[in-house]
């Protein structure tokens, strides 16, 4: 996969070792590096888009695990725990990037600058429609504000810098920057809302942001289950109905053409 902004593994699959794998970051075709500094609205909205993409997927994932039944999962407790955890790391991480305060980063609020700039180049609606979406957006960004509040203040004080306070005292940090799962989720379905409307009307685009087997999880999630519920059973088989004394998954039917 090519492109600014994208990462991609030139020639080497996912399963070599990390020595082998060469990290390059590509820039689209014509563009004058010379202009590396000043991209297009086109590039600001793929790479915003990008973002919401892979954020969403990390607390689609964490989510999945934190419902997931307690006894898959302590099949590989560190793996599948820090996966969780990191994730919902991850995802704050890319709300914060998203709505960045740092002067001159690309964030929802310089797209929506460059968008009053560019009116004259949109493909789809009138000078009214697209002046009322920016100001809509503008609007739905305002209403986020706690949320991003949180999310700035945890970003400044754990999950970037150690802040002094917060390692003397973690739990003050979370009182003073509540967030949950749902104010994330709120955070993406918005922004992703506002990018949608926009690619819509300057990109000419239509189409919301997933990976095409984005819930995979939940395949690798079965087929340990599986795994476990024949273990039992076999146990069972060799020693005996009710022999079996340990935790078991909450559901272990399976259907007759299971190979396992």
């Known amino acids: 996969m090519t492109g600014a902004g994208f990462l991609f593994f030139q020639g080497k699959p996912l399963h070599h070792s990390r020595e082998e794998i060469i990290i390059i ?103 009214q429609q697209i002046e009322a979406l920016i100001a809509d957006s503008r609007i739905a960004v305002l209403k986020l504000e706690p949320v991003l509040v949180s999310i700035r203040k945890r970003r400044n004080e754990w999950l970037v810098h150690l802040d002094p306070r917060t390692v003397a005292d973690p739990k003050a940090l979370a009182a003073k920057a509540k967030l949950t799962i749902p104010d994330l989720e709120r955070a993406f379905k918005e922004t992703e809302e506002m990018l949608i409307k926009m690619s819509s009307l300057y990109q000419g685009t239509i189409g919301d942001l997933r990976f095409v087997g984005g819930d995979d999880y939940k395949t690798a999630l079965d087929w340990i289950r599986r795994a476990k519920c024949a273990f039992i059973e076999g146990f069972e088989k060799e020693h005996g109905s009710g022999s079996w004394t340990g935790p078991r998954p909450k559901d272990c039917s399976r259907a007759p053409y299971d190979f396992v």
């Open 25 to 127: 970051f590509t820039l689209p075709n014509g563009i004058d590096e010379g202009n590396l500094d000043k991209p297009t609205l086109n590039q600001v909205l793929d790479a915003l888009k990008r973002q919401v993409l892979v954020g969403k997927s990390y607390l689609d994932l964490a989510n999945g695990l934190l419902q997931a039944d307690p006894i898959i999962l302590q099949t590989a407790p560190t793996f599948l725990g820090l996966t969780a955890d990191g994730s919902i790391e991850l995802a704050q991480m890319t709300i914060a990037r998203l709505y960045d305060k740092t002067t001159g980063a690309v964030t929802v609020k310089s797209m929506l600058d460059q968008a009053e700039l560019d009116v004259g180049f949109f493909r789809r609606g009138n000078v």
